[in-house]
């Protein structure tokens, strides 16, 4: 589960193509432009390959992150089925993460590199994650919503360029579609069930409403960088309408089950179609994913101890002949 | 300063919340082996994705879970990245076929023609 | 052959020390979820963790068919001295050397427990048994090749392996311990009997501990830890409890 890759503001536009042939770039976009997609091996703009490695990359580490939220609640999961369906979910997380690292390499990136940076704080990963799952109802709207929009964002990027990565997606895409279901039916049967069930999951959709629309992003602002990433379908769908898509198929979904959703200016303009809704704090957003949220120091430190703890395992098995080599996915 | 979360599992592993982190050095998820897994017999086996592993029996090990664990496998193959040998893209032009070629398409023989002709012949005579 | 009244109070104690080191340990074992050494080991880990949770829900259905309550309330709302579970699967999962030798020596157990009873008398017991032998050769499997290849990789590795081995052999003969209704099992057919069974799980992992380069202690030498089949329990099953049903308990009348 992730939401749209982050676009530093301060990147410098315009030099996205400015060392490149002419004609060979000619040739990359026409290839894209005729729905065909690059492989590996192709050539392709130096940009084109910081980018994409830059949006799995991020896309990756949202899900071995993903996994330490929803992983709060794993061994407090009541009753068989829903001990069962959380731990494969957070399993899945832990698969995604896998698949996307995969595919990530293929551009030339090592794992090892990869965890540094994650580990460091050079490269991100989804907001979301950087907040606390406080009750066992945080989960069901996590599992619920946060892989809604997931989901809204890894069909649009299924549909994108890069081979590999779009393989991963489509693998991802079919697991999503458990967690949602799962998340779904565990928020259905809070808010259908006792008073102490429906105010639990009614308080953590208004703890997790604001990060669910922090999500997407902010708005993009359609710079010359923007319209490019979109012309070489590594973006595929702007913030905005990937908001629109989700608020559409989800805040009817919501309101089905009585839940309040806490934004009293939350609804649909029927002349424009449009959804309308109070703009999440932006400047939060900036401060969480420059490292000042309620969870990101527990977070990368987790992920670093884990890291370490495992590494006697590895280097164990680690036999002086092996040599590494991008895989090829 | 250890973390105290809202998940027991990290509260009682005792986390130092800062502490310097030893870098990953090359080679610490070891190598990678390409999988190619059988859904059923009598099918072809088909690249599914790759798995970062030790040796082929971790490999092997590694793979039943991470392409198969939701069934419809019956076999897997794994092969290490490095021993996998691929044309260039460069050149997928030799893969163009010239029309010319339909010598090599079953639909090119059309014989009935002369056989029916050729049955109409011999009756006549 | 039909099985007597004493005999199907002997099945529910077995089918209580069964489901319940299946459903301690998978609970145990799914704490490494997202924590594991590498990606690729934390989704077989968490793999078998989910099968031991369908095992020892699969073994409480059995139980609820045979008048006890149904699977989730049996599960989440006794207290540690109502299990039976064996101490081996109680402990923290402390490194991971610890976790894959608990793992080792439990399931080259269950593996030949449950090929013991597939020729139970005792039907919905080796309908089971049968069931899921592929996912225990699986773990078994697992296990196996882990221990294989840590027992000498490294220095470190073999001192690590065979600490967790000294540390885990007592418990694991743990497993072992009979109940009061052994006699029972072994004349009606039910399940040949936990010496029979210890006889060849110390067969098995005596083979693949010798090829792994580590030792086995004497027999002899040990105490095994026992009481688990008995309500008595370690130190760590409580609290393990506590925080399995933390949620369940909030409400248990409610549908979660």
Redesign the interface.
Known sequence: MYGNAYIDPDQTPNKLTQDEDPARLAEFEARIEGGDKIEPKDWMPKEYRKQLIRMIEQHAHSEIIGALPEGTWITRAPGFRRKLALMAKVQDEVGHAQLLYSAAETLGKSREEMINDLISGKSKYSNVFNYPAETWADTAIISWLIDAGAIVNQLANSKGSYGPYCRALERICVEESFHLKYGHDNVVFLATGTKTQREMVQDALIRWWKPVMHFFGPSDNISVHTKTLMKWKVKMASNDEMRQTFLNMYVPKIWDLGLVIPDPNLKKNESTGLWEYTEPDWEEFKRVINGDGPCNKERLAVRKYAEEKGRWVRKALLRKDAEYVTPLV | MK?Q??????T??E?????P????????????Y?VFHQTKRGQQHQ?V???????A??AL??A???YG?RGLCVNLWVAK??N?F?T???DADIFECEEVKTYRDPGYYKVMDRIKAFKEKQQSI | MNISEKGFEAIKDLLYKMADDQLIIGHRNSEWTGLGPVLEEDIAFSSMAQDKLGHSQALYDVLSQMGEGDPDTIAFMRNAEQFHCCHLVEYPIGEYEFSLMRHFFFDNAELLRFEMLADSSFEPLSFIAKKIKGEIKYHSMHADIWISQLGSASEESKIRMQNALNETFPLALGVFEKGIFEDVLKSEGIFEGEDVLKERWMSAVSQIIEKAGLKLPEVNSITPSLGGRRGKHTEYLQPLLDEMTEVFRIDPSAEW
């Open positions: 973390i979360s809202l998940d027991p599992r990290i009682r592993s986390i130092e919340l800062e502490k982190f030893d870098e990953a050095k090359e080679l610490d998820q070891w190598q990678t390409e690249h994705g790759c798995v970062h592993a030790p040796n029996e971790m090990l590694f039943k879970e991470v664990r990245s490095s996998i691929a260039d893209y460069e």
